[in-house]
């Protein structure tokens, strides 16, 4: 009897649970998938993070971006440990000074820890000044020395500059760059795409034809080409809205092409049909019927070329043809590395290319969760 029980009591839980789930929204039903993907909802914290680490950038940065002090300092880890090795719960680190010793390549004195003179950690440090979305005067970090001296927990670049805070501040520029030509690239290819598939006929096919010439373009000679035309002692703000407008320009094609294959398929289905016979106007069917079905495409297309544009960026910033000093990106960050050399002797430059596989692996984790909780299958 007791099993009986139990038996009749799940059945009636599950029951309910299934009837409460017929009930939930399409967004409802999307989260609740979209919870069960681990690698999902470690793109979502991700990037989440990196969109507060972008806006609140001073906050997070434990120095001033701009300020120099010993060029190509190496990294200083955090420690634990006492002087004489003994364990201590308060974080610190330690200044780099020099050993006595030469580099046998470089003949550059090799620097190594100060253990005489500890800088102690902390959270919501004083530092360098600065204006909270340019209007709250304040001068708290995060992180960073309780004493305001300079610790550099990814060394420093040939100027001395702080690498850590530099590229906290290149997030801003960089997913600037990419959001932006994102949302240019989704209205326009979006837009495109459905009057395509909708209309057809002769329009489809001039459109189409358009859209094979801005594919058939190689992309980078175009790009090195059309960014070579701004005179360097242009002001950085028409520089990046040339970029992007660059970059948006050459990316609706594919976004267009995904779009009008779906409407296409949309635009043959019962409902749309019996639209169209009852007299609805093509603007009504093309924004409440199709739309939003092809949303779910284009949500997802988003969040995977988010990732393409951040390469991208990077890229063309290494090659000089993106943003240009002072603008600070990951992308003009990465022009130090240009040597090898360089490279040999101060690996810790190539830091910022831990930021663009993080931003690369978070878009596309994200991407790929949103995918499979929006697919009916």
């Known amino acids: 009897m007791l099993a009986m029980d139990e038996i009749k009591t799940e059945a009636v839980t599950d029951t309910r649970q299934r009837a409460a789930h017929r009930n939930e929204s399409y967004a409802a039903l999307v989260w609740r998938?979209?919870?069960?993907?681990?690698?999902?909802?470690?793109?979502?914290?991700?990037?989440?993070?990196?969109?507060?680490?972008?806006?609140?950038?001073?906050?997070?940065?434990?120095?001033?971006?701009?300020?120099?002090?010993?060029?190509?300092?190496?990294?200083q880890t955090i420690s634990f440990r006492e002087k004489d090795g003994s364990f201590t719960w308060r974080p610190r680190v330690y200044a780099n000074a020099e050993t006595g010793a030469l580099d046998p390549i470089t003949f550059q004195p090799v620097m190594g820890p100060d253990l005489d003179h500890p800088r102690l950690l902390g959270f919501f440090v004083k530092g360098a000044e600065y204006?909270?979305?340019?209007?709250?005067?304040?001068?708290?970090?995060?992180?960073?020395?309780?004493?305001?001296?300079?610790?550099?927990?990814?060394?420093?670049?040939?100027?001395?500059?702080?690498?850590?805070?530099?590229?906290?501040?290149?997030?801003?520029?960089?997913?600037?760059?990419?959001?932006?030509?994102?949302?240019?690239?989704?209205?326009?290819?979006?837009?495109?795409?459905?009057?395509?598939?909708?209309f057809g006929g002769a329009a489809d096919a001039w459109i189409q034809r358009f859209v094979e010439i801005v594919l058939a373009f190689p992309q980078l000679p175009l790009y090195?080409?059309?960014?070579?035309?701004?005179?360097?002692?242009?002001?950085?703000?028409?520089?990046?809205?040339?970029?992007?407008?660059?970059?948006?320009?050459?990316?609706?094609?594919?976004?267009?092409?995904?779009?009008?294959?779906?409407?296409?398929?949309?635009?043959?289905?019962?409902?749309?049909r019996a639209a169209i016979a009852v007299g609805a106007t093509d603007r009504r069917i093309i924004f409440q019927h199709i739309l939003p079905n092809v949303m779910?495409?284009?949500?997802?297309?988003?969040?995977?070329?988010?990732?393409?544009?951040?390469?991208?960026?990077?890229?063309?910033?290494?090659?000089?043809?993106?943003?240009?000093?002072?603008?600070?990106?990951?992308?003009?960050?990465?022009?130090?590395t240009a040597t090898y050399s360089v490279i040999g002797s101060y690996p810790w430059?190539?830091?910022?290319?831990?930021?663009?596989?993080?931003?690369?692996?978070?878009?596309?984790a994200l991407g790929d969760g949103l995918r499979d909780a929006i697919d009916p299958y």
């Open 349 to 364: 430059i190539l830091s910022p290319v831990a930021f663009v596989l993080i931003a690369v692996f978070a878009f596309n």
């Open 224 to 272: 090195l080409a059309l960014t070579s035309l701004i005179p360097v002692t242009a002001p950085t703000h028409v520089f990046l809205t040339f970029v992007v407008v660059v970059m948006s320009a050459l990316g609706w094609a594919q976004m267009s092409r995904e779009v009008r294959g779906k409407t296409l398929a949309l635009a043959r289905i019962e409902y749309v």
């Open 131 to 198: 204006r909270l979305f340019g209007l709250l005067p304040t001068d708290r970090h995060v992180f960073g020395s309780l004493d305001g001296d300079p610790v550099h927990f990814l060394g420093t670049d040939k100027f001395g500059r702080d690498i850590l805070s530099r590229a906290i501040h290149g997030s801003r520029i960089s997913l600037a760059i990419a959001l932006s030509v994102v949302a240019i690239v989704t209205i326009v290819g979006t837009s495109v795409g459905l009057v395509s598939g909708y």
């Open 296 to 336: 779910s495409h284009v949500i997802v297309a988003v969040t995977l070329h988010i990732p393409t544009v951040i390469l991208l960026e990077s890229f063309l910033g290494f090659l000089g043809f993106a943003v240009k000093p002072p603008l600070i990106s990951w992308g003009v960050m990465l022009q130090d």
């Open 33 to 75: 998938r979209f919870r069960r993907s681990f690698t999902g909802m470690m793109g979502l914290l991700l990037v989440a993070l990196l969109v507060l680490m972008a806006v609140f950038a001073e906050f997070f940065a434990p120095m001033d971006p701009l300020e120099t002090h010993e060029s190509f300092s190496p990294p």
